[in-house]
T-cell receptor
Framework: EAGVAQSPRYKIIEKRQSVAFWCNPI?????LYWYQQILGQGPKLLIQ????????DSQLPKDRFSAERLKGVDSTLKIQPAKLEDSAVYLC????????????FGEGSRLTVL | AQTVTQSQPEMSVQEAETVTLSCTYD???????LFWYKQPPSRQMILVIR??????QNATENRFSVNFQKAAKSFSLKISDSQLGDAAMYFC????????????????FGQGTRLTINP
């Protein structure tokens, strides 16, 4: 079974530029998450989708971050304009809608903002 | 809101020895899941072990076991016979068990503990 795919793995941009990250979850997983992991910290949830609807985006900085999940499968997370404090690893995860609660993570996209 | 606290930023252990990583959490809910995830350097996060709050028996997965103290809201991870491949960041995480509630399925992570294995 293929895992959660993310791209790009690494991205370096100047502040005020824009960037987009892509995630393809495990086939059949209805729930998709984007987490932000700043160096030395635990991951923080940015947004959670159930199929193509948003369940929780309470910690998403909506003035600069946006995310979509078209057709309930792939998802894109965009940052525009980027700030220095956005430097982090952006983790995508997916889970099947059941009671086991396990999330499956991708390898992450490491963003460096200069 | 639920919070998860890992008070040990770093731990080290000799190969083949046993180490315990600590985790405490705060919640008003009675039904939830607790997890330990492992994140090796530059690699994806993987599930180590899971505990359902309604189960009194502590979960065990090979060399990994937990000590779940519901009343104390404590959830520690014990790694027996430590191996070099166990070196990683370990994250404790909490998840509500109510699938119908908005945001109920999100995972709330602690700050992590970096585990070093000394050969």
């Amino acid at each position: 079974e293929a895992g959660v795919a993310q791209s790009p793995r690494y991205k370096i941009i100047e502040k005020r530029q824009s960037v987009a990250f892509w995630c393809n979850p495990i086939s059949g997983h209805a729930t998709l998450y984007w987490y932000q992991q700043i160096l030395g910290q635990g991951p923080k949830l940015l947004i959670q989708f159930q199929n193509n609807g948003v369940v929780d985006d309470s910690q998403l900085p909506k003035d600069r971050f946006s995310a979509e999940r078209l057709k309930g499968v792939d998802s894109t997370l965009k940052i525009q304009p980027a700030k220095l404090e956005d430097s982090a690893v952006y983790l995508c995860a997916s889970s099947f809608r059941d009671i086991t609660g396990e999330l499956f993570f991708g390898e992450g996209s490491r963003l460096t903002v200069l | 809101a639920q919070t998860v606290t890992q008070s040990q930023p770093e731990m080290s252990v000799q190969e083949a020895e046993t180490v315990t990583l600590s985790c405490t959490y705060d919640t008003s809910e009675s039904d939830y899941y607790l997890f330990w995830y492992k994140q090796p350097p530059s690699r994806q996060m993987i599930l180590v072990i899971r505990q359902e709050a309604y189960k009194q028996q502590n979960a065990t997965e090979n060399r990994f076991s937990v000590n779940f103290q519901k009343a104390a809201k404590s959830f520690s991870l014990k790694i027996s016979d430590s191996q070099l491949g166990d070196a990683a960041m370990y994250f404790c995480a909490y998840r509500s068990a109510g699938p119908g509630r908005q945001g109920a399925q999100k995972l709330v992570f602690g700050q992590g503990t970096r585990l070093t294995i000394n050969p």
